[in-house]
């Protein structure tokens, strides 16, 4: 009987948090992290909030449980990219700029919890290790040892698809706020930065 109550307890248990964590997911993709209140998250969850913090202690908690669920599926699908031999370097650059704003549209704090998490462990999000060995990297290497692109470090490519996609993302409550440009404006706007930003590298990869 009581390997039976155990059970059933270790069920509600995984239950709640379960309810809980997706009360949460919910939240932080439509309000963000400072957008999203506790008390928001229990009555979503339908639960109290003395047992939101039995379970997670704090919001912080949940950010980052939240966080990581979804880090480790963008990386999943970054890997799954470079590492495709049936796509040029091009095409591979515009499903790498797709794909990360298509995630920070959906996660705009996300970029925020990737540099502070580099910050406690450089080694934790393994951007360098997936990128360097990658089927990507043999096609630039390859690109640059025949003259189809300049000569440069490979990383560089990397940077501007990083920097060109993140970057505005992690200044959007200043731009915002001193251009005046809503939600929705700067949605379209980085809607249209996917065809461009491809087109910006593309450019810088010419040999002059």
């Known amino acids: ?19 809980i964590i997706g009360a949460a997911r919910k939240l932080f993709m439509q309000k963000g992290f400072e957008g999203t209140k506790t008390r928001d998250i229990a009555n979503e969850a339908g639960i109290n909030l003395a047992l939101l913090n039995y379970y997670f202690r704090s919001k912080e908690n949940l950010f980052e449980i939240i966080m990581k669920e979804n880090m480790g599926q963008f990386m999943q699908v970054i890997s ?14 515009e ?19 990737v540099m502070n998490n580099i910050k406690k462990d450089p080694d934790r999000i393994e951007m360098r290790q997936r990128f360097m060995g990658s ?44 251009s005046g440009m809503t939600q ?22 010419k040999v002059k």
């Open 1 to 19: 009987m009581k390997d039976v109550k155990a059970k059933k307890l270790s069920k509600t248990d995984t239950s709640t948090e379960e309810k």
């Open 135 to 178: 089927h990507f990297m043999k096609q630039i290497q390859t690109a640059i040892k025949s003259g189809e692109i300049a000569p440069m470090n490979p990383m560089n490519m990397m940077l501007n698809i990083v920097g060109l996609t993140i970057f505005p993302f992690v200044a959007r409550p200043m731009f915002q706020s001193t």
């Open 184 to 205: 929705e404006q700067f949605n379209a706007l980085m809607t249209e930065r996917k065809k461009l930003i491809p087109k910006w590298i593309a450019a810088m990869l």
């Open 80 to 93: 799954e990219i470079v590492n495709n031999e049936e796509t040029s370097i091009q095409e591979k650059i």
């Open 95 to 113: 499903l790498l700029v797709n794909n990360y704003i298509t995630m920070l549209m959906r996660l705009p704090d996300m970029p925020l919890f």
